[in-house]
């Protein structure tokens, strides 16, 4: 099981939290980007965010897996 949150005060709540996740903005591939690097070596992509009622990803899963095939 692997838990990550970008939620202050969430990380107190699930464990074990594994150190080293960069965070990017939800809808923001540019920001996906940013983070992205040699040394990356995966991406956690939450596509359908549901706490404050149903939000999808705007970019398919194709646009992030074409953005990590470019800095590989």
């Not at 359908?48 to 194709?62: H, I, T």
Request: charge should be positive; charged fraction near 20%.
């Amino acid at each position: 099981m692997l838990s990550t949150s970008g939620k202050p005060g969430w990380d107190t709540l699930y464990h074990p939290m594994p150190a080293g996740f960069d965070k990017a903005r939800f809808n923001d591939i540019e920001s996906v980007r940013r983070v992205l690097g040699r040394d990356t070596v995966a991406v956690m992509l939450e596509q359908v965010q549901g706490e404050a009622g149903v939000n999808l990803a705007a970019a398919g899963s194709r646009t992030y897996t074409a953005a990590c095939s470019r800095t590989s």
